[in-house]
């Protein structure tokens, strides 16, 4: 039986270089503003301005959504996982990564660019082999019954707290929680990444790395290919 509780990595920049990207054609699907469960967080509503009307994601990746809090009404009946981003444009994802990039380079002059790229890619992925831009990749948290997210030790996006998933400063009730919305994710076909407790992924490169499979389900489409594939 798979052990949900084991770490399973954070995968590097030149790890994730090697995986074959194979396009399955596989459609869009828009998850409405309006529908329970979704909404962008204050601090990620990027994607608004080029897709107002919802959330962006391949169809399975919804599905498997769905199969997942499907798995944490198990234990918490009342609980819902909460979905707060999806696809990404390609452009957004190149405007974040040379962002971070540069922030690096202002710090730590001395780097050779191998590592600049490794550790703006360990912040946000580099954009060619990035997750969200595919629509496989998502951020979720966990919701109680009045839809207030419970308590995961940090708060989503906070990358001055302990966001990852195994934290040391993270445990008890808090830890309980973030191995809760794991392992509904992954019993629903989901790989977590470790390096931020509230991403995880389906199809694309990282999932395929993590899961040991050759190539991806998913390639990374534009804003306007992403469109004439909704469904």
Same mark, same amino acid.
């Given at each position: 039986?798979?052990?949900?509780?084991?770490?399973?990595?954070?995968? $590097?920049?030149?790890?994730?270089?090697?995986?074959?990207?194979?396009? *399955?054609?596989?459609?869009?699907? @828009?998850? &409405?503003?309006?529908?329970?469960? @979704?909404? #962008? =967080? =204050?601090?990620?509503?990027?994607?608004?301005?080029?897709?107002?009307?919802?959330? $962006?994601?391949?169809?399975?990746?919804?599905?498997?959504?769905?199969?997942?809090? *499907?798995?944490?009404?198990?234990?918490?009946?009342?609980?819902?996982?909460? $979905?707060? #981003?999806?696809?990404?444009?390609?452009?957004?994802?190149?405007?974040?990564?040379?962002?971070?990039?540069?922030?690096? !380079?202002?710090?730590?002059?001395?780097?050779?660019?191998?590592?600049? !790229?490794?550790?703006?890619?360990?912040?946000?992925?580099?954009?060619?082999?990035?997750?969200?831009?595919?629509?496989?990749?998502?951020?979720?948290?966990?919701?109680?019954?009045?839809?207030?997210?419970?308590?995961?030790?940090? =708060?989503?996006?906070?990358?001055?707290?302990?966001?990852?998933?195994?934290?040391?400063?993270?445990?008890?009730?808090? $830890?309980?929680?973030?191995?809760?919305?794991?392992?509904?994710?992954?019993?629903?076909?989901?790989?977590?990444?470790?390096?931020?407790?509230?991403?995880? @992924?389906?199809?694309? !490169?990282?999932?395929?790395?993590?899961?040991?499979?050759? &190539?991806?389900? #998913?390639?990374?489409?534009?804003?306007?290919?992403?469109?004439?594939?909704?469904?």
């Amino acid at each position: 039986m798979k052990d949900y509780t084991v770490p399973v990595g954070i995968p $590097l920049y030149t790890e994730l270089k090697g995986v074959v990207v194979h396009e *399955n054609d596989e459609p869009f699907v @828009c998850v &409405a503003f309006d529908a329970l469960r @979704c909404g #962008y =967080d =204050d601090v990620m509503s990027d994607m608004i301005s080029q897709f107002p009307t919802g959330i $962006l994601l391949r169809t399975s990746v919804k599905e498997r959504l769905e199969v997942a809090t *499907n798995e944490l009404k198990k234990e918490r009946p009342t609980w819902n996982i909460f $979905l707060t #981003y999806g696809y990404r444009s390609l452009d957004i994802q190149e405007k974040l990564y040379e962002n971070t990039y540069t922030e690096l !380079r202002r710090k730590h002059e001395n780097w050779s660019d191998a590592q600049f !790229r490794e550790a703006a890619h360990r912040l946000i992925a580099v954009p060619d082999v990035a997750g969200h831009p595919t629509g496989g990749a998502i951020d979720v948290v966990i919701v109680d019954e009045k839809g207030h997210r419970v308590d995961m030790g940090s =708060d989503l996006y906070d990358f001055k707290g302990p966001y990852e998933m195994f934290n040391s400063s993270v445990y008890g009730r808090q $830890l309980e929680n973030r191995l809760l919305l794991r392992e509904s994710m992954m019993r629903a076909g989901f790989m977590p990444f470790d390096g931020e407790y509230w991403h995880f @992924c389906y199809g694309d !490169r990282e999932w395929a790395f993590l899961e040991g499979k050759h &190539a991806s389900l #998913y390639s990374q489409k534009t804003l306007q290919e992403a469109l004439v594939m909704l469904r």
